[in-house]
Structure formats: structure tokens, C-alpha cells
């Protein structure tokens, strides 16, 4: 399945651990190229996984790469790290300080 190329692949915005490439290849996805994006008029908070919802004013940091439907499928059960991978692709401070904040408390 290693990047399926026998299907059509859709472009997708990746964010919270998906940007890490070790977590896309725990389900045997390998993207080619993936780009530094920012998406507008959104944020992102942890409900309990990290998810993106509708904001005036925040913007959303991530990774811009190609997949298939069914890669994009298989992923979304594997969650990992966050703010290492971001750190390591150059986001900005204030974001990755803000990532830090989304953790659960421990009670």
C-alpha cells in the first residue's frame, strides 16, 4: 500500500500528530513531499483528540501532502506526539507554546 499509487490521492491537510512522519508510517503511508501550511479561521483544541473548529480570529499550522481515501482512513487510528514534530519542521514559537497548553491535565 506504501503511498497507493494505484489510486487517485487527494490533497490533505495534516495536523496535530499526523504531522509526525513516524506515526503516517506505523500505517505503511510514506508521503513524498509534504509543505508547511496555515489554515485561516480555525483553531484547534482537544476534544479528546485534537480537532480543528471554526474561528474568526485563529489559524491552524500544519503539513500539506497528497494521500489516498484509504490511507487517510487507516491513520486516523494511530495518534502520537505532537510538538516535536512541529518544533523539528521550523513552526513558530508561540504556536508550539500554544500546542503545549492543548495537553490534558493530569488530576
Known amino acids: 500500500m506504501r503511498n497507493g ?3 487517485r490521492k487527494v490533497k490533505v491537510f495534516y495536523y496535530g ?3 509526525n512522519r513516524d506515526v503516517l508510517a506505523r500505517v505503511d503511508y510514506y508521503p513524498d513531499k509534504m509543505e508547511m501550511a496555515r489554515l ?3 483553531d484547534i483544541v ?3 483528540l485534537a480537532t480543528l473548529i471554526p474561528s474568526g480570529h485563529g489559524c491552524v ?4 501532502a497528497t494521500a489516498t481515501h484509504s490511507i487517510c482512513t487507516s ?3 494511530s495518534l502520537d506526539h505532537i510538538i516535536g514534530p512541529a518544533r523539528q519542521t521550523g513552526f513558530p514559537g508561540w504556536y508550539l507554546e500554544r500546542l503545549g497548553r492543548l495537553r490534558p491535565q493530569s488530576s
Open 17 to 19: 500528530s499526523f504531522i
Open 40 to 42: 485561516d479561521g480555525f
Open 46 to 48: 482537544l476534544r479528546p
Open 5 to 7: 499509487s494505484d489510486v
Open 75 to 77: 491513520y486516523m487510528k
Open 61 to 64: 499550522y500544519g503539513l500539506l
